[in-house]
Nanobody, 120 residues
Framework: QVQLVESGGGAAQPGGSLRLSCVAS????????IGWFRQAPGKEREGVSC????????WYPDSVKGRFTASRDNGKNTVSLQMNNLKPEDTAVYHC?????????????WGRGTQVTVSS
């Protein structure tokens, strides 16, 4: 079965950190750009990373640049998102997804997501 399964979400205080993980099954990640997007209630989907399968270059939006770091481990078929200096506006469901960089970022296939809640 082809799927992406996220884990590692939870609650954090402002300024805290969380690390999300995602494991792929039924296909190998090394052929795909892979990243994360988030969706908060009543808000549009927002891309937060996309790692190139070709050279490992990673795209981030300004809203998370310098705070979030995405990484991939093709040997383990996993992708991670280290989130530091979290802010309340980071609260959302985070999905890992295959992605394309063209006129911004687009996501094609994603998992069910993991909830991240940032509050004091």
């Amino acid at each position: 079965q082809v799927q992406l399964v996220e884990s590692g979400g939870g609650a954090a205080q402002p300024g805290g950190s969380l690390r999300l993980s995602c494991v792929a099954s039924g296909f190998t990640l090394d052929r795909f750009n892979i990243g994360w997007f988030r969706q908060a209630p009543g808000k549009e989907r927002e891309g937060v990373s996309c790692i190139s399968s070709h050279d490992g270059d990673t795209w981030y939006p300004d809203s998370v640049k310098g705070r979030f770091t995405a990484s991939r481990d093709n040997g383990k078929n996993t992708v991670s998102l280290q989130m530091n200096n979290l802010k309340p506006e980071d609260t959302a469901v985070y999905h890992c997804a295959t992605c394309r960089l063209a006129n911004g970022v687009e996501y094609d296939f994603w998992g069910r997501g993991t909830q991240v809640t940032v509050s004091s």
